[in-house]
Nanobody
Framework: QVQLVESGGGLVQAGGSLRLSCAASGLIFSRYAMGWFRQAPGKERELVATIRWSGGSTYYADSVKGRFTITRDNAKNKVYVQMNSLKPQDPAVYYC??????????????WGQGTQLTVSS
């Protein structure tokens, strides 16, 4: 079955950096666009970044643009998000998700269990 497993979350100081990873299995990874989402307590889940199946096109929410970088390694079935200049508004549970190449934006097929990011000031 399909599994998306996030890792790399933890506690980091404001202004610091962290890289989250998401390992995918049970699917043909290169046929899926990948996204990173986050959800803070009491808030709706928000899209953070996406990357096309080829890695050639990316999207970032305004709140993370210039600070976060999404990449993927199709040979390893992994997607990453490098988070720099972390701010007090970044803490959340971060989820990766997979969207089949023919799906409409926003229609994600699979989700990971999430990894927690905490930022200390």
């Amino acid at each position: 079955q399909v599994q998306l497993v996030e890792s790399g979350g933890g506690l980091v100081q404001a202004g610091g950096s962290l890289r989250l990873s998401c390992a995918a299995s049970g699917l043909i990874f290169s046929r899926y666009a990948m996204g990173w989402f986050r959800q803070a307590p009491g808030k709706e889940r928000e899209l953070v970044a996406t990357i096309r199946w080829s890695g050639g096109s990316t999207y970032y929410a305004d709140s993370v643009k210039g600070r976060f970088t999404i990449t993927r390694d199709n040979a390893k079935n992994k997607v990453y998000v490098q988070m720099n200049s972390l701010k007090p508004q970044d803490p959340a549970v971060y989820y990766c998700a997979a969207r089949y190449v023919t799906r409409s934006p926003g229609e994600y097929d699979y989700w990971g269990q999430g990894t927690q990011l905490t930022v200390s000031s």
